[in-house]
């Protein structure tokens, strides 16, 4: 596979045949597939074989881009606006001097009691289950534990398509199969999610709002349909990421508690700032328990003067949230709109994104590239959905969106009536 003899896709013989062919005991060939296997470099999908993955785990989309040249505006990074994010430097400076008082030393609780507590309350006001709580370092960081906590190389973890392009490459470099579920603005298609659990994957991740990259929101219809259908399959791992708290003004409808193990992850990455590294995770006790058990024995905790500065960023109320979200709502209908009137479809319920579906990904972006807008390709996000783009409306200004919309309506055409799943 390192010479490129073996293409993306191919299927690879039969451990015996290899063994024979090879003149090696059969167990040799078991333990070179199992590692090509755990290391993200194959796939096995039970008596179809194993087969060669279609990109390495480590090959990160990310490396799918567009770089924005001098006088391009770039649309694509999917950052918050940072006039929108609050003050850190008084929260830091009052944990600091907290820590003075008190520091923190081996041996101390891992989560902040004042953290914990406002954590604790956010969460029952919006329905999540009760359950203990951990700290990691964002919601990436506590999905891979999650996963790691139950599953073993080769299990199938159904994701959202289009989806996260983090989340996409972090399953495969576990080991793990992915499995897409389709999406629309109202989050997993509950069809889609009870085909792929009877097909037998060991766990779910749904993205409750600001959906990365459409928008998609999961409402009260489509949460009541999913619940049904995890109610049938109780012993899936239900992973819920609520990356948007704080920058939605869409009700949660949350899914946890009908499953048996289940993870609730929230950060505050998207309101408070990329750089504070910090979610909050909630869920049954096993499996906090064995995140918690983990994280110990590699960093140990987050910093918790980390943790108090968000405490007090919370306490102080200095983010309006409303505000925030209104202002990134008004940026996303500004250019939905502006398509509409231009016969160009387009998604954004909710969050920093607005995705459009275009019959020529590459075509589109090239276009708008030489039209002084780089957007981000839908590759980076997609499985087996159609292709479409995405536009990061965080500092988006007004009078910019028409331009952006005739450059946009220019590259891709007028779309027909379609889904975008």
Do not use: C
């Amino acid at each position: 596979m390192g010479a490129g003899e073996l293409q993306p896709g191919q299927v690879l013989p039969p451990m015996r045949e290899l063994a024979v062919e090879l003149g090696v005991n059969a167990n040799t060939v078991a333990a070179a597939y199992r590692i090509l296997r755990e290391r993200g470099v194959i796939e096995t999908a039970g008596r179809r074989g194993s087969r060669v993955r279609a990109k390495p785990a480590t090959t990160g989309r990310e490396s799918i881009r567009v770089e924005a040249p001098e006088g391009v505006r770039d649309v694509s990074n999917g950052n918050p606006d940072p006039a929108l994010l609050p003050p850190l430097a008084p929260a830091f400076a009052a944990a600091a001097e907290q820590n003075d008082r008190e520091p923190v030393l081996y041996g101390d609780a891992p989560v902040d009691p004042e953290l914990a507590r406002l954590a604790r309350a956010g969460l029952d006001a919006e329905g999540v289950p009760d359950g203990p709580l951990a700290v990691a370092s964002g919601s990436l960081d506590v999905i891979e534990r999650v996963l790691a906590a139950h599953l073993k190389p080769g299990d199938t973890v159904a994701v959202e398509d289009p989806g996260w392009g983090s989340l996409l490459d972090l399953v495969p470099a576990l080991g793990l199969r992915t499995v897409p579920v389709g999406v629309d603005d109202e989050g997993p298609l509950a069809d889609d999610v009870r085909r792929v659990l009877e097909a037998g994957a060991r766990a779910l991740i749904v993205t409750d709002r600001a959906q990365n990259p459409t928008g998609a929101a999961v409402s009260a219809t489509r949460a009541r349909a999913l619940r049904s259908v995890l109610r049938g399959h109780p012993e899936t791992l239900l992973i819920e990421d609520d990356h948007g708290h704080g920058i939605v003004d869409l009700p949660l409808h949350p899914l946890t508690g009908i499953t048996r193990h289940w993870a609730f992850v929230r950060s505050v990455a998207k309101a408070y700032g990329p750089d504070l590294r910090l979610a909050v995770l909630t869920g049954d006790p096993v499996t906090v328990d064995r995140v918690r058990g983990r994280h110990r024995l590699g960093p140990g905790w987050v910093s918790r003067i980390t943790q108090r500065a968000v405490a007090r960023l919370w306490a102080d109320g200095v983010l309006d949230t409303s505000a925030v979200a209104a202002a990134y709502r008004a940026r996303r209908d500004l250019l939905i709109d502006a398509l509409a009137e231009r016969g160009v479809e387009a998604h954004g319920r909710s969050g920093l994104n607005v995705w459009i579906p275009v019959p020529d990904e590459t075509g589109a972006v090239a276009r708008l590239l030489h039209a002084g807008w780089a957007v981000a390709p839908g590759a980076r996000f997609r499985m087996g959905a159609p292709p479409g783009i995405r536009i990061t409306v965080a500092t988006l200004e007004e009078n910019e969106v028409g331009s952006l919309a005739n450059a946009v309506a220019a590259a891709v055409g007028p779309s027909p009536a379609r889904r975008y799943v």
